[in-house]
């Protein structure tokens, strides 16, 4: 159980160093329900990578 708790644990930081190249501004946008909000993404790789997700 320790093992499976462990690996997850180190698979979450592997992938959170990994997903860098896409960055969104702000990171959480809160907003009442009534108002337009607004988001910003870019990526820092190729033309050839076309999705934000």
């Known amino acids: ?21 896409v960055i969104q501004f702000p990171e959480v946008s809160w907003t009442d329900v009534t108002k337009s909000a607004e988001m910003n993404c870019s990526h820092n790789r190729d033309k050839g ?4 997700y």
């Open 49 to 52: 990578y076309n999705q934000m």
């Open 1 to 21: 159980m320790a093992l499976i708790l462990l690996t997850c644990v180190l698979l979450s930081l592997w992938l959170q160093g990994h997903c860098q190249d």
